[in-house]
T-cell receptor, first 111, second 112 residues
Framework: DAKTTQPNSMESNEEEPVHLPCNHSTISGTDYIHWYRQLPSQGPEYVIHGLTSNVNNRMASLAIAEDRKSSTLILHRATLRDAAVYYCILNYGGSQGNLIFGKGTKLSVKP | EAQVTQNPRYLITVTGKKLTVTCSQNMNHEYMSWYRQDPGLGLRQIYYSMNVEVTDKGDVPEGYKVSRKEKRNFPLILESPSPNQTSLYFC???????????FGPGTRLLVL
């Protein structure tokens, strides 16, 4: 499986936008880019996913570079409840069952 | 309510005493997985199953067994637990045509 690289930690201020980067230089043409997050003392939860085009949902936006070797998860207005570990994951073909998690980025949000 | 349940949520045991952690999902999902989470190592996949009677090893399968006799259940078996299996365990499931993977609440295991 292709690997992803994320910063270990990031800080943000409440109500400001947050851009969480992810590098995946060995991505293949059929790899989907998934983002999950894990709040303290909880299991991971799905945030967003995409293949080539930018994606928006009620939680976040996903911006995918034109060469697909990197992507950015955008939280438009960070809240204290967004403090979590965010995982960027590649999933072959979008249909395989096994998501391989890395260490993720720990996001801290300051009031 | 769609959910993945795990039991027990907390377990303290001793080395060598066989144990089973159960996982059940009510969404008729084909795919199920087990992960362990350790400080500084993130989530690592132990085993996964793509459907009934179809299982495969993940990144860290040593010391674990699984079975998938029914679609809704995917138990994790530790035949002879050792202290290095002390960890937080998560079960997850996903439909074949869905992108969202649902995780259970976690099972915290301590092996003495």
């Amino acid at each position: 499986d292709a690997k992803t690289t994320q910063p270990n930690s990031m800080e943000s201020n409440e109500e400001e936008p947050v851009h969480l980067p992810c590098n995946h230089s060995t991505i293949s043409g059929t790899d989907y880019i998934h983002w999950y997050r894990q709040l303290p003392s909880q299991g991971p939860e799905y945030v967003i996913h995409g293949l080539t085009s930018n994606v928006n949902n009620r939680m976040a936006s996903l911006a995918i570079a034109e060469d697909r070797k990197s992507s950015t998860l955008i939280l438009h207005r960070a809240t204290l409840r967004d403090a979590a570990v965010y995982y960027c994951i590649l999933n072959y073909g979008g249909s395989q069952g096994n998501l391989i998690f890395g260490k993720g980025t720990k996001l801290s949000v300051k009031p | 309510e769609a959910q993945v349940t795990q039991n027990p949520r907390y377990l303290i045991t001793v080395t060598g005493k066989k144990l089973t952690v159960t996982c059940s999902q009510n969404m008729n999902h084909e795919y199920m997985s087990w992960y362990r989470q350790d400080p500084g190592l993130g989530l690592r996949q132990i085993y996964y199953s793509m459907n009934v009677e179809v299982t495969d090893k993940g990144d860290v399968p040593e010391g674990y067994k699984v079975s998938r006799k029914e679609k809704r259940n995917f138990p994790l078996i530790l035949e002879s637990p050792s202290p290095n299996q002390t960890s937080l365990y998560f079960c997850a499931s996903r439909g074949a045509k869905q992108e969202t993977q649902y995780f259970g609440p976690g099972t915290r295991l301590l092996v003495l």
